[in-house]
Each structure stands twice: as structure tokens, then as C-alpha cells.
């Protein structure tokens, strides 16, 4: 694929961004660069069966998202992952502990050399497009971002996602966009800023304070898939379409239920659908209350009537 075509990412998000919700995302953008969950290198080379990756052609243009700290590990899951990916992707920037005690994610970040010939194994074993997705740091007193990107560049990346927080930030406070500003003449390869970017108006300041080729949207397409389209429009008409009805946003909430009911079953389709109710329904009056009635079904059948209900309330007040 032709890495100057993509201006939007599909951030990963573990333990949200499965086939169901990427499957969703491409329904609305067929432009979109969708990625998959974090892959532990190791699982992959040890078992293949243990890959939890259901793709199939709708999803592409698809990134692969692979993670681990040794080189010939790395080589040997990227080599498997070549002829199914569109993009191999590196993780340098998972925060999480279980990831970075392993010295895994944002952890590579403190060790620039090992990150390096990690980029140079896989480099050698695939023929597709490699990016790299890490933070500005370690913390507030470890930024090197603009010195690892370099770094990455060298080794043989072609482009780079960079989350605007630092590892000891995590997901909290604001992303810092200036920060990203200073790769700006740095480095040669196309670069993708994440982080905040909600609405087609954070897009357009995002990219205007940054210079980045592009975005990459996680959270912000939780509940609302049509953003990338949005945002894809405004980049092409300068027309900035209108969000997403609550009925719309309902409907695709109801087709995200099915969804995952059919991947998982209905007792683990329901329970893992419980994350995403407030971000389908955040502008309903009572929201939080609806939620946490919502969390405690365990029907597919009950969920559906408390949404009919929802909406119902909502156009009657409305009206």
C-alpha cells in the first residue's frame, strides 16, 4: 500500500478494538488504516493457534500490531504476519504494567538500542510497509521522542505513530500536542499524531499545531465510527458534516451487540459490550443512570427493550 494515501489510523486498543468494532470502523471509512490488538510475539511464534486475529477482506487496508523484546522472536511473528498484513506494526507504546514489567511497549523506549535491532530483524524478513507507535517518553523527564524517532527512522521504518503522552502519564491529563511540533524537520518519514483527537475541529488543530502527515484515532471512535469519515470529508471538501444522531448511534450500537453476541456467545458478548455504553449514549439526559442499568443485564433481549426505551425518552423529550 502506498503509505502518503493514509491520513487516518485506527489506534489499537486492547481488549477493545476487536474484529467486531473494526469491522464497524470500516463500515464507516473505507479509507481508514485499521489495526489489529497488541500480538505478543512470543505466543505467536510458540503456538500460531493461539492468534486471535479473525480478518477477512473487508478490514483491509489492515495493520498488524506486534509487541515483545527480542529481535529473532519479533522476526520470526513479523516473517508469519507478512502475507496478511498491509502494515506490520511495532508497539514501543503500551503503558500498562504487565507490558512494561516484561519490558515489553513504552519500556523499549529506555533502551533505543534494542528497539533498533528489533526494527532491523523484522526489516530484513518482511516486503510490506513497518511502522512503529510509541510516546513522547518514559515520564515528563525522559522525553526522547524526537531522538528515538530518528533512531527508528534509520533503522528502517517508514512511518511512526507517537501517542503525545509519556508512559508515567498513562491515558490521563491532556495530550501534548506541541511536543510533537519538534519532529517537524527532523525526520524524513511520514509521522501520525495520537491522542485527544474527538471531533473533526481536534483533527484540523491537531494536525495545524503538530505538521503531521496524519492522525491516529483511538477512544474517539468509540461510539461514534463515523468520525474518520468526517474527518476524511473535511479533508477532502472542507465540508464539516453533522455527528451521528442518538439513533443512529443506537442502531450501530445494536448492530456492535449482535456483533460480538455472535463472536462470543451472548453471556461474554454482553458483558464485554458493557465498556462501550456510555460512549453510545453520553448525551442522553440521566446517561449515567441508564449506564449502570444497563451494566447489570445479561439479555440480549433486555439490553435491546432498555435501548428502544432510551431512544423513545429521548425523541419524546425532544419533541
Request: aromatic residues 8%.
Amino acid at each position: 500500500m502506498n503509505i502518503k494515501d493514509i491520513k487516518i489510523i485506527q489506534a489499537p486498543l486492547a481488549g477493545i478494538s476487536d474484529v467486531v468494532f473494526r469491522k464497524l470502523a470500516r463500515q464507516c471509512s473505507k479509507e481508514i488504516l485499521l489495526t489489529t490488538e497488541m500480538i505478543s510475539s512470543e505466543a505467536l511464534v510458540n503456538n500460531q493457534k493461539t492468534l486471535i486475529i479473525e480478518y477477512d477482506k473487508c478490514q483491509y487496508p489492515l495493520s498488524f500490531q506486534l509487541s515483545g523484546h527480542k529481535p529473532h522472536i519479533m522476526a520470526r511473528a513479523a516473517k508469519f504476519l507478512n502475507e496478511r498484513a498491509s502494515v506490520i506494526d511495532l508497539n514501543f507504546g503500551c503503558p500498562v504494567n504487565k507490558v512494561v514489567k516484561g519490558t515489553d511497549g513504552a519500556a523499549m523506549m529506555r533502551n533505543t538500542a534494542l528497539a533498533v535491532d528489533i526494527v532491523k530483524a523484522v526489516r530484513d524478513v518482511i516486503n510490506v510497509p513497518l511502522s512503529a507507535k510509541f510516546r513522547l517518553g518514559w515520564s515528563l523527564d525522559e522525553m526522547n521522542f524526537v531522538e528515538f524517532a530518528k533512531a527508528l527512522e534509520e533503522a528502517g521504518v517508514d512511518f511512526i505513530t507517537i501517542h503525545a503522552r509519556t508512559r508515567s502519564q498513562m491515558y490521563g491529563g491532556c495530550a501534548d500536542w506541541q511536543k510533537l511540533k519538534e519532529l517537524k524537520g527532523e525526520i524524513n518519514i511520514p509521522y501520525f499524531a495520537n491522542g485527544d483527537i474527538k471531533s473533526v475541529d481536534d483533527a484540523i488543530k491537531c494536525l495545524d499545531i503538530t505538521g503531521a502527515n496524519g492522525i491516529a484515532i483511538g477512544r474517539g471512535l468509540m461510539g461514534d465510527f463515523h468520525l474518520a469519515h468526517r474527518i476524511e470529508h473535511f479533508f477532502k471538501t472542507g465540508e464539516k458534516l453533522s455527528a451521528p444522531s442518538l439513533e443512529d448511534k443506537i442502531q450501530v450500537l445494536k448492530k456492535h451487540i449482535k456483533g460480538e453476541i455472535e463472536l462470543r456467545g451472548e453471556r461474554n458478548g454482553v458483558k464485554f459490550m458493557r465498556k462501550f455504553y456510555n460512549y453510545y449514549i453520553s448525551s442522553v439526559k440521566d446517561a449515567s443512570k441508564y449506564r449502570q442499568y444497563l451494566v447489570r443485564l445479561e439479555s440480549e433481549k433486555e439490553i435491546m427493550r432498555v435501548l428502544d426505551e432510551i431512544l423513545s425518552l429521548h425523541l419524546a423529550n425532544k419533541g
